[in-house]
């Protein structure tokens, strides 16, 4: 069996923010690059379904970026992926949800899957609407936020969870599965996975490799970034002592009041 | 595009408050764009509940009540939004931006072609075309993007973001005809529902949450329930207390959990972490509730209370309801 696992290298999320005041652009500079929270999960996922199933189970790591990113990919090879495929072009640039899913989808075509295990929601873009273009571009069953999954006989069954509880939903290999934060912690990579990674292959793949119909990148895209602002300022507001339980609540209510919230 | 169309998400007839959200800025819309505003819902209770959807500013509700959308995941809602865009011509569709809303937007975006605006709290509208303002990265960065004009286009709208307004003229009510399309793949075997009859997390107009400092499971039901209670609104919880097990990760709140939007957000012993803080930064007043008077939530905070919260707040419960009695 073949699990690919979709990652996105995205702006470390624990640093903070800063937006350039001349270029209205995102300060990345001293800012890591790492990969998104959400596909460290659907690795981890991937990385349990291959020590469940044993056998001949590869797990092929995916990612689509900037050139200069490539190295962060290791990361998911020291936690246990086999190998990493690394779709770079320059003509991706500007790529909106749809125009990523679309490209993805084809080099996924590609490089075949018998499960495609797809991160929830990114940390930059968060649009969290590239799992479900990516599966109707690849014609496979779409189960998302998947807190346990298992496979038997071709056929994939899925613990979800929804808004108000979970479900259980099952289909048909190949599949895309989602992951969510309840389905496990990502290991950590040991040293051996470290050193092994540095073995590992990272096949790239640039637009010609994958032959696309329709165009991609900023011409491709059906949305268009305008402008970036910073969030209006919300400054350090007032610190009370409180002297006991009363005074505290009472400092709250006044303050409850004074906003009319209460 | 020039109609607007909203999915309405319900359970069984019941919505949340953003579907009339939705609603009402569809009319806005649909006016600035010199179109039509119409609904579509779908699944068994579709024909009641459009009874009440159908009292805001809309120009039709088309409904089925088909049982296929409680048999099998999301691929039936996908093949008749579809097919209700394809009949109603080209539109915006208002999709809420929950986790099933965001798999229906990702799925339509392929199948209509059309950029997606994500997380939208604002729209811009100038000679027909559509800009989506959006918080992303927490709230630290406010994004404008463009729909580029193309038949059709698709947003993720976040609850809470616009008012809702009953009201104005008597929309139609039509059914949908079921589309063919191809054999549904993924079978709902089971569906349980949980926790109900607590306000939903993301739509509550006031959030307690508790952290780390509650020391246990206990205090979520016995100190912050009542205060929520009062306040009218829903118990959240920092990633400490859903790692130790006392609530579950539905509560979390922050970069990893959800992000929430109130007009007031009370942490209770919760340190402000940054990953706490991206998932409410954006809320209308915070207030904290912290032994320590150098924990970082002080830093956004509009009123840092130093104390200890087991004395504070069985007080302020005890406050805010003798204010409403
Ligand atoms: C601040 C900001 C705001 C943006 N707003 C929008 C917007 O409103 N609409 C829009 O169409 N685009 C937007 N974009 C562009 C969008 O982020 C990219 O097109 C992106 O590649 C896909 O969307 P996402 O990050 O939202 O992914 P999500 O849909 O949130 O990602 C879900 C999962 O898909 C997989 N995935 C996504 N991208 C990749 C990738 N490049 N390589 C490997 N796996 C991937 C990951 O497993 C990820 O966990 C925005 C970008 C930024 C930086
Ligand atoms: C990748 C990643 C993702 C993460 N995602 C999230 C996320 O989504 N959400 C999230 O919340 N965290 C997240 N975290 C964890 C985050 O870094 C913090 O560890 C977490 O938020 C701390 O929770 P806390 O504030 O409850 O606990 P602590 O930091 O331990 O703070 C407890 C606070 O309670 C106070 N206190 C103690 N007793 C009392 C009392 N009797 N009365 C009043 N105050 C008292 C203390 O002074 C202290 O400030 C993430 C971390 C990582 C690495």
């Given at each position: 069996m073949k699990i690919v696992?979709?990652?996105?290298?995205?702006p470390d999320p624990n640093a903070e923010k800063r937006i350039d005041s001349a270029t209205?652009?995102?300060?990345?500079?001293?800012?890591?690059?790492?990969?998104?929270?959400?596909?460290?999960?659907?690795?981890?996922?991937?990385?349990?379904?291959?020590?469940?199933?044993?056998?001949?189970?590869?797990?092929?790591?995916?990612?689509?970026?900037p050139e200069a990113l490539k190295e962060t990919l290791r990361k998911a090879l020291a936690m246990g992926a086999?190998?990493?495929?690394?779709?770079?072009?320059?003509?991706?640039?500007?790529?909106?949800?749809?125009?990523t899913a679309y490209a993805m989808s084809q080099a996924l075509k590609k490089i075949g899957f018998d499960l495609l295990i797809v991160g929830g929601l990114t940390d930059d873009?968060?649009?969290?609407?590239?799992?479900?273009?990516?599966?109707?571009?690849?014609?496979?069953?779409c189960i998302t936020n998947a807190r346990k999954a298992e496979i038997a006989?071709?056929?994939?069954?899925?613990?979800?969870?929804?808004?108000?509880?979970?479900?259980?939903?099952?289909?048909?290999?190949?599949?895309?599965?989602?992951?969510?934060?309840?389905?496990?912690?990502?290991?950590?990579?040991?040293?051996?996975?470290?050193?092994?990674?540095?073995?590992?292959?990272?096949?790239p793949l640039t637009l010609a490799d994958i032959g696309l119909d329709l165009a991609v990148g900023s011409d491709g895209a059906k949305m268009q970034l305008e402008a970036f602002a910073p969030p209006p300022?919300?400054?350090?507001?007032?610190?009370?002592?409180?002297?006991?339980?009363?005074?505290?609540?009472?400092?709250?209510?006044?303050?409850?009041?004074?906003?009319?919230l209460v | 595009m020039k109609n607007v169309i909203v999915y309405v998400e319900h359970r069984r007839g019941e919505t949340r408050k953003v579907t009339f959200e939705m609603a009402t800025e569809a009319r806005t819309?649909?006016?600035?764009?010199?179109?039509?505003?119409?609904?579509?819902?779908?699944?068994?209770?579709?024909?009641?509940?459009?009874?009440?959807?159908?009292?805001?500013?809309?120009?039709?509700v088309y409904v089925n009540d088909d049982p296929d959308l409680d048999t099998y995941l999301l691929d039936p809602a996908v093949d008749y939004v579809e097919a209700a865009a394809r009949a109603i011509g080209p539109s915006l569709i208002l999709i809420p931006n929950t986790l099933s809303g965001r798999d229906l937007a990702g799925r339509l975006a392929a199948r209509l072609g059309a950029g997606i605006g994500a997380d939208v709290t604002e729209f811009k509208i100038e000679n027909g075309t559509v800009a989506c303002v959006s918080p992303k990265m927490g709230g630290a960065l406010i994004t404008t993007c463009a729909i580029k004009p193309a038949e059709y286009g698709i947003a993720t709208v976040r609850p809470n973001a616009f008012a809702a307004a009953a009201g104005g003229a008597g929309a139609t009510m039509q059914t949908l005809e079921k589309p063919s399309g191809k054999?549904?793949?993924?079978?709902?075997?089971?569906?349980?529902?949980?926790?109900?009859?607590?306000?939903?997390?993301?739509?509550?107009?006031?959030?307690v949450a508790g952290g780390r400092g509650l020391g246990g499971p206990e205090p979520f039901d016995t100190l912050l329930k009542p205060l929520a209670h009062a306040l009218g609104g829903a118990v959240g919880a920092s990633r400490a207390a859903a790692d130790a097990g006392w609530v579950p990760y539905s509560l979390q709140i922050g970069q990893t959990g959800k992000t929430v939007t109130p007009n007031l957000y009370i942490a209770v012993g919760i340190s402000g972490a940054i990953q706490h803080k991206v998932g409410m930064r954006s809320s209308g007043a915070i207030v904290a509730i912290n032994k320590d008077a150098a924990a970082a939530i002080a830093e956004f905070s509009d009123l840092l209370v130093v104390g200890d919260a087991f004395k504070i707040v069985p007080e302020l419960t005890r406050l805010v309801e003798a204010a409403k009695a």
């Open positions: 696992v979709t990652v996105k290298l995205v209205k652009r995102l300060v990345r500079s001293g800012v890591e690059t790492v990969l998104n929270p959400y596909d460290e999960y659907a690795l981890e996922a991937a990385l349990q379904l291959k020590e469940r199933a044993g056998g001949d189970t590869s797990v092929v790591v995916f990612s689509m970026a086999d190998e990493a495929v690394f779709l770079s072009d320059a003509g991706l640039e500007g790529s909106d949800v749809w125009a873009g968060s649009t969290g609407a590239v799992p479900g273009a990516l599966a109707e571009h690849l014609g496979v069953p006989d071709g056929t994939l069954r899925v613990e979800r969870e929804t808004d108000s509880g979970y479900q259980t939903v099952r289909g048909p290999l190949p599949a895309l599965l989602t992951t969510a934060l309840t389905f496990g912690e990502p290991r950590y990579a040991s040293l051996k996975g470290i050193m092994g990674a540095k073995k590992k292959t990272i096949a300022a919300r400054g350090k507001g007032r610190t009370v002592e409180a002297a006991d339980g009363a005074a505290g609540a009472q400092a709250i209510f006044d303050f409850l009041k004074e906003k009319k | 819309l649909a006016d600035a764009l010199g179109g039509q505003a119409h609904a579509v819902i779908v699944g068994p209770g579709a024909t009641t509940l459009a009874e009440q959807v159908k009292t805001y500013p809309l120009n039709g054999p549904y793949a993924a079978v709902i075997e089971e569906d349980v529902e949980e926790g109900s009859g607590e306000l939903a997390l993301e739509e509550a107009p006031v959030v």
